[in-house]
């Protein structure tokens, strides 16, 4: 079976929803993952922030506004008097519960149960929708089976069974429909896969099925070798490595969930990019086939932390190095990137929750820096680190300041850091030589 998950713009629509719907009523049996209608998510952010900041009346504001638009949607994609109907009640009691929400005190659970309604009602819509057009369709609560542990990551076997049984119960159907993103955690309360979840739901799904194939339908027509939102003239890339995808998803290509090829690499599921709105176009397969050697892509994270650690003293002391990680551990904080030298050494983080805390105790064994507003750029591909298009990258961003350079970490990755200000421009540069001109 195959896994098909449709992100935010591919069911965002009445016209979309229609083309989602053709692209998976071929008659094979499928588990489709869909995520919320685009923007929905973003807006119950907002309210859950009203909420936690004690603004009641801007999140009911807010709560009243996403009604209207769900009003709107299902009468435009559902005539069928009946199933308009029972659709609505639906909404009604999800929007009612968001209302009756607005008065108990905030917490980080209700927080979560407050996100997850946009996936809830997303795959309610739709499963009425395809019931209406004679789908054979069926709903798989994702929270009879999708949990993560402790330590935030998916307990595999636990879905493993449990999505099976789901499966029984729901009787037979062509579409098992269910939601992206959303979770338990390790003691049962409403959790989430973090923003963007809905890729990771599907190949976690499909690592637990060992689907024949895990498709993640979006807005564009795969993995470009820049990214779009920043850069004119990127290109889409046919094929990608599992290491590759995964490096580009990490740092920062917006169309993957970081995490999304990590549960079915090992069983080698391939990934297939397809853009809904132009299903015929090719888009991006990534599979364990090694690419060709060179750079593939280019890709930016943001909102990165550096910190330089100095102690001349200090730093050639056998542990010291152990005593900077143990705090960052201590801290559940990962590091990024890391370089040394004689007297300091500068590392990143994206997670600056608990920077304070760390600094607090780095202060203590050593003088430190930090410089926020930070940003990775990435050149990705196999054998990176041995193509001969990118010896030049110092003399290309001559006029970028370039704060860490990370190279032979691993052979697929460059990373520098640079300042965020920079970065459209550097991304710009980088497209122009390694990919615009005739590489000579
Ligand atoms: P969905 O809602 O379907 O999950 P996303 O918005 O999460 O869609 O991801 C698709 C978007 O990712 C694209 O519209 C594009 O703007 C952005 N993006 C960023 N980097 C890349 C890249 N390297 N290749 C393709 N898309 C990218
Ligand atoms: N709806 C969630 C979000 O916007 C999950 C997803 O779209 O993948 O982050
Ligand atoms: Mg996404």
Redesign the pocket.
Known sequence: MKVL??????V?SVENMSNVKSIINDGTKKVVVL?AM?GTTNQLVLISNYLASGNVKDAEVSINNLKQNYIGVIDDLLPHADLNKDVKRYVFSVFSNLTAIVSKPFSEGLGNAILAQGELLSTYMFNSYLKQEGVRAALLPALSFMCIDEFKEPDMAYIATQFEKTIKDSGDADIYITQGFICLDHVGEISNLQR?G??YTATIIGAAIKAEEVQ??????????????YVEN?K??SHLSFDEAAE?AYF??????PQTVTPVRADSIPVR?KN?MMPDAHG?LISSKTSEKGVK???AKDNITAIKIKSARMLQAHGFLKKVFEIFETHKTAIDMITTSEVAVSLTIDDDKNLDKILGELEKIASIEVDKNQSIVCLVGHAVVNDRNTYKLFQILQDVKIRMISYGGSNNNISILINSKDKINTLQKLNTYLFERATA
């Open positions: 998950k449709f992100g935010g713009t591919s965002g995520s685009s963007g809905s890729d993640i339908w979006t807005d564009i027509d795969g993995m470009h070798n820049n990214d779009p939102r990127t889409a890339i580009l920062g290509a917006k169309i993957l969930h990019l809904t991006t892509a280019i890709a």
